[in-house]
């Protein structure tokens, strides 16, 4: 009786065993999404077989941004900014699928115009920020690049890392995590102190361009047709602003149906604003539509002895060339920009013009940035109101291509050529004879003369 007992025992025990290992196989065989059903909405866009460790590294600064700025998917009060894929690259793996990981995971979308990608050159390290314009908190994460690598060379032979990543710790995956209030108030009221912040780079570098973008949208939101510009210059400044509002006027008063095939602009000179005009009006070097022309500090202080009084206050900024198909020829136009109207309005009390001027190249202490962060707010307000601070300084015809090479080529300066400029009067050339030649002279002056005397000697004698 007890053999059959143990027997019946032992083949209770197997079959336990073996319900136990099933059991076991099937929780192995379950998907990443149901193991974490916060990936569904990731995996449902990506596919299963597609995801990789950099869409999760992207859901996880997402979820870190949730948990620490306290907010809902699809959130309208958050903003979200990263280099992912543009043009960021961890080795040789270029990372624009972080961008799918953090836009499913947060609901935050271009569309909505809470997500900016930021450009950045392909060695920058991978970093998100995400920002709460209600609390004006900042979440700045920055990738472990090498941890990163490690696990997306892994993932070619083993998709079980997933999982491991998954299990990761932020501190682990992120080489930097810091959260600040950027209220600009807040930085333009106490610049010491941010300073000091600066200079620790507590976002990784990426201090100005998270302050400014973060602060004017919260402001202002921004106009998606200028987010483009701020995704390619990387930050907003008075520089770029003026740009947008060029580009805004020129639609206005001097439009065409195919800017980038019948407009040509010179900068003259360059500033940030070029990066706006290419962004809006496709107009790129690569098409041979932006020709740059840089203007001496003599060249600007003479410009102003030749304009009337109601335009010294603006400085030439861009010449736009219009050639409309079929038309016989063009017509174009000099716009400037007031920057005296710019200085004059956001000065500070208490301190002159001439040393608020300063400030903008004054990069060893605040005053830089401060002068930037409160030239944006003040000029966000002019966004639709561009004839505010651009007009048109020169207007004049173009007869035939041969004129456009000429304002295009090297040593032509385009002001002169269109009549904002004089010619320059031709010099006169002063021959100076190098004293060598004196010298020679002299001493051949002094031979002749003892020869001479000798002859006469020798014809006495």
Not at 195 to 222: D, H, P, R
Not at 427 to 441: D, G, L, N, Q, R
Request: net charge negative; charged share 30%; proline share 4%.
């Amino acid at each position: 009786m007890r053999t059959k007992l143990s027997k019946l025992f032992i083949m209770l025990f197997i079959f336990y065993f073996f319900l136990l290992s099933a059991a076991a196989a099937e929780v192995n065989e379950k998907s990443i999404s149901e193991k974490y059903p916060e990936l569904k909405p990731l995996v449902d866009f990506v596919g299963e077989e597609e995801l990789s460790v950099l869409h999760l590294v992207g859901f996880k600064a997402a979820k870190k941004a949730m948990d620490e700025l306290d907010f809902e998917r699809g959130s309208s009060d958050i903003l979200a900014l990263t280099d992912a894929g543009y043009i960021a690259k961890v080795g040789e793996y270029t990372t624009e699928k972080a961008l799918d990981g953090l836009m499913m995971t947060s609901g935050l979308s271009r569309g909505k115009n809470n997500l900016l990608n930021i450009h950045k050159p392909y060695n920058s390290p991978l970093w998100f920020a995400f920002f709460n314009k209600d609390t004006k908190e900042c979440l700045y994460l920055e990738v472990n690049m090498s941890v990163l690598k490690k696990y997306i060379e892994r993932e070619k032979e083993d998709r079980v890392v997933l999982e491991e990543f998954m299990k990761l710790e932020d501190e682990e995956i992120f080489a930097k995590i810091s959260k600040e209030n950027i209220d600009a108030n807040k930085l333009l009221e106490n610049p010491e102190e941010w300073q000091e912040k600066m200079e620790a780079k507590v976002f990784g570098g990426n201090e100005f361009s998270i302050i400014t973008i973060c602060n004017v949208w919260a402001y202002k939101e921004l106009p998606s047709d200028f987010a483009r510009a701020v995704e390619l210059h990387d930050h907003i400044c008075p520089g770029l602003t003026s740009g947008y509002l060029i580009a805004k006027y020129v639609e206005k008063n001097f439009p065409t149906k195919y800017p980038r095939y019948e407009y040509i602009v010179i900068a003259i000179p360059p500033w940030c604003k070029d990066d706006a005009i290419i962004q809006y009006f496709e107009t790129n070097v690569g098409h041979k539509r932006l020709f740059v022309k840089w203007l001496t500090g003599e060249q600007k202080k003479e410009i102003l002895g030749y304009l009337p009084e109601e335009l010294k206050d603006y400085s030439t900024a861009n010449i736009f060339i219009r050639w409309e198909k079929g038309k016989p020829k063009g017509e174009g136009i000099l716009v400037g920009f007031n920057w005296s109207k710019f200085y004059e309005e956001t000065k500070p009390a208490g301190v002159s013009l001439k040393e608020y001027k300063k400030w903008i190249k004054d990069f060893k202490t605040w005053r830089w940035w401060w002068v930037r962060l409160k030239g944006d707010l003040y000029l966000a307000d002019y966004m639709e109101k561009p004839e505010e601070f651009v007009t048109i300084m020169k207007r004049f015809d173009v007869d035939n291509q041969t004129y456009i090479e000429k304002l295009e080529s090297a040593g032509v300066n385009p002001l002169v050529e269109i009549g904002l400029m004089p010619k320059p009067t031709p010099e006169k050339i002063v021959e100076v004879i190098p004293s060598w030649v004196y010298f020679t002279m002299g001493v051949l002056v002094v031979v002749a003369a003892v020869m001479g005397g000798l002859y006469v000697k020798s014809r006495k004698s």
